[in-house]
């Protein structure tokens, strides 16, 4: 949705709350992994994205405050059996501290072209087990791996299935030259949605012209990676 007045001219805490503060390295120690959380609590950003394993030690941290926890599943390859993603999400999703879980589509099935009936089944499985706990749910589609017809096809797919929010990318994606949410990407994901769904963007939103410029366009979310937080909100350090 288009925000009522220019990027530029909101304020730091309306900024942060347009992201989803990643801290989602597999290498992060758990000290590390407490401090960015409460980086990002401190700066009341709308959720800190997790890593399943880490639910309990961030869930202390989150409870009482503006911000709430992400969790993503079955991240970043989207490749596991439509069970094991079903209980990903219900494991997650009974914390009271998740404002949403994220998961990513099987890619690999969408860039075969035949598939759209499994797809379209598996996420409507877990958009119900998300559903059933009162969370949102954001499904990835990693558009750097597909070409146009493909995130058209996906964006569809997503919308079909009742799904809250289509998103990106993971930003862990190998073997592609890495764009992530570029301004043409996400206005090509808004004409297919026409606003019935709401956009995430993620991958490479490095700088605060990027991020302005998204919101400017009308973008509901972005996941920011750690270093990137403090350059898109011009925080002076």
């Given at each position: 949705m288009k925000p009522s007045k220019k990027?530029?001219?909101?304020s730091v805490a309306e900024l942060a709350a347009y992201i989803d503060y990643s801290v989602l390295k597999p290498e992060f120690t758990e000290q590390e992994?407490?401090?960015?959380?409460?980086d990002g609590v401190r700066l009341e950003c709308a959720t800190i994205c997790i890593n399943p394993a880490y639910m309990e030690l961030c869930d202390s941290i989150v409870k009482g405050t503006k911000t709430m926890l992400c969790p993503v599943t079955d991240f970043p390859f989207g490749a596991s059996s439509t069970e094991s993603r079903v209980n990903q999400v219900e494991m997650v999703a009974k914390y009271d501290t998740v404002k949403e879980v994220d998961i990513v589509i099987n890619y690999g099935m969408l860039r075969s072209g035949n598939k759209d009936g499994e797809i379209l089944a598996d996420l409507k499985a877990v958009t119900e087990a998300a559903h059933k706990y009162g969370r949102e749910i954001k499904v990835i589609?990693?558009?750097?791996?597909?070409?146009e017809e493909q995130i058209v096809r996906g964006t569809r797919l997503v919308m079909e299935?009742?799904?809250?929010?289509v998103k990106t990318s993971?930003?862990?994606l190998t073997?592609?030259?890495?764009?992530?949410?570029?301004p043409e990407v996400i206005a090509k994901m808004m004409e297919v949605t026409q606003g019935k769904i709401k956009i995430k963007g993620a991958g490479c939103i490095r700088t605060r012209e990027h991020f302005l410029q998204l919101?400017?366009?009308?973008?509901?979310?972005?996941?920011v990676g750690y270093r990137s937080v403090p350059v898109v909100l011009d925080l002076k350090k």
């Open positions: 990027a530029c001219d909101m992994i407490i401090d960015l959380t409460k589609i990693e558009t750097d791996a597909l070409n299935s009742g799904a809250d929010f993971t930003g862990f073997g592609y030259e890495a764009f992530g949410a570029t919101i400017d366009m009308g973008i509901d979310r972005m996941g």
